[in-house]
T-cell receptor, first 115, second 113 residues
Framework: GAGVSQSPSNKVTEKGKDVELRCDPI?????LYWYRQRLGQGLEFLIY????????KSGLPSDRFSAERTGESVSTLTIQRTQQEDSAVYLC?????????????FGPGTRLTVL | DAKTTQPNSMESNEEEPVHLPCNHS???????IHWYRQLPSQGPEYVIH???SNVNNRMASLAIAEDRKSSTLILHRATLRDAAVYYC??????????????FGKGTLLTVNP
């Protein structure tokens, strides 16, 4: 596809369950980002992958959050033992590399609701 | 990152120009000014960016004040599809983890038919 895709588009889960969110970046984009956006709020950085370098995990809010990326393609964000405060839209973005002049292309997001 | 200030909301009529202001009085000499927008229920979308000179692209124009302490995003002819939250952010090259995008509340633009 032409853009960043994410799945599922919506996820409703019960507190305490694990969830896995998927991101397919634009082909050829070496940089991949995960962000979180709570209702009515701005963007919160979670994690960044750049090629084969060690990811920047500095934005992950707790050890319940983890993410992986296979080479320069698909990434999955896993949230273990979900809590109600994890409810948010999780956005994935990619670009050709980390330089700021390169725009980040965002996917449509996964709306996570933890009951 | 240097802070930006934007109005919470603005309103426009369809097919009229829209000028969205952004104040960034503490901008440093190397900070780029970026604009993104977010349509309802969608991910953010890049609009435009600039450093010192005014910039034009197919989506919009960016007018940057001579002292760079403010800028204005110009939509020349607003359409209903331009109704979105517009974010003005500063991005500094060459400093640590500057690849992170950080948005504040932005300006909610309403376009009336």
């Amino acid at each position: 596809g032409a853009g960043v895709s994410q799945s599922p588009s919506n996820k409703v889960t019960e507190k305490g369950k694990d969830v896995e969110l998927r991101c397919d970046p634009i082909s050829g984009h070496t940089a991949l980002y995960w962000y979180r956006q709570r209702l009515g709020q701005g963007l919160e950085f979670l994690i960044y992958f750049q090629g084969n370098s060690a990811p920047d995990k500095s934005g992950l809010p707790s050890d319940r959050f983890s993410a992986e990326r296979t080479g320069e393609s698909v990434s999955t964000l896993t949230i273990q033992r979900t809590q109600q405060e994890d409810s948010a839209v999780y956005l994935c973005a990619s670009n050709v590399d980390y330089r700021i002049e390169n725009e980040q292309f965002f996917g449509p997001g996964t709306r996570l609701t933890v009951l | 990152d240097a802070k930006t200030t934007q109005p919470n909301s603005m309103e426009s009529n369809e097919e009229e120009p829209v000028h969205l202001p952004c104040n960034h009085s503490t901008i440093s000499g190397t900070d780029y000014i970026h604009w993104y927008r977010q349509l309802p229920s969608q991910g953010p979308e890049y609009v435009i960016h600039g450093l010192t000179s005014n910039v034009n692209n197919r989506m919009a124009s960016l007018a940057i004040a001579e002292d760079r302490k403010s800028s204005t995003l110009i939509l020349h002819r607003a359409t209903l599809r331009d109704a979105a939250v517009y974010y003005c952010i500063l991005r500094a090259p060459g400093r640590g983890s500057n690849y992170k995008l950080t948005f504040g509340k932005g300006t909610l633009l309403t376009v009336n038919p």
